[in-house]
C-alpha cells in the first residue's frame, strides 16, 4: 500500500522558518516527480514547488525565493525549507508524488497533508 507522510507543519511568527518533509513507501518503481501543493481556508488547492528524478525544479511565483524544494531519491522523500514565512502561507500543505508510465499514463499519490500556520 502507498503512504505518503509529510512531517514538519507547525505554527511560526511570521519572517520565520520551518522545514516539512514528506516520505513515500510501498511505491514499486522509481517516483519520477515529487511535490508540493496547499490549501488555505476557503480556497482551491493550488501548486506550491516541484522537483523531478533529474533534479530540476519549478516553484509558484507567490513563493519564489522564499522556499527550497530538496529531495533524496534514495529515500523516495522530499523537503520544502520555508523560510521568510508570511501569514499568507497559512494553509495545509499536501506533498505529491507521480510516477509515469508509457505515454500520459502515470500513477499519483497523495499525503495526508500537515498543517502551517504563520502568525503575524
Known amino acids: 500500500q502507498v503512504q505518503l507522510v509529510e512531517s514538519g507543519g507547525g505554527l511560526v511568527q511570521a519572517g520565520g522558518s520551518l522545514r516539512l518533509s514528506c516520505a513515500a513507501s510501498?511505491?514499486?518503481?522509481?517516483?519520477?516527480?515529487m511535490g508540493w501543493h496547499r490549501q488555505a481556508p476557503g480556497k482551491q488547492r493550488e501548486f506550491v514547488a516541484v522537483?523531478?528524478?533529474?533534479?530540476?525544479?519549478r516553484y509558484a511565483d507567490s513563493v519564489k525565493g522564499r522556499l527550497t524544494i530538496s529531495s533524496d531519491n534514495a529515500k523516495n522523500t522530499v523537503y520544502l525549507q520555508m523560510n521568510s514565512l508570511k501569514p499568507e502561507d497559512t494553509a495545509v500543505y499536501y506533498c505529491?508524488?507521480?510516477?509515469?508510465?508509457?505515454?500520459?499514463?502515470?500513477?499519483?499519490?497523495w499525503g495526508q497533508g500537515t498543517q502551517v500556520t504563520v502568525s503575524s
Open positions: 522537483i523531478a528524478d533529474d533534479g530540476s525544479t
Open positions: 510501498g511505491i514499486i518503481g522509481s517516483i519520477n516527480v
Open positions: 505529491n508524488a507521480i510516477q509515469y508510465y508509457s505515454g500520459s499514463d502515470h500513477d499519483s499519490y
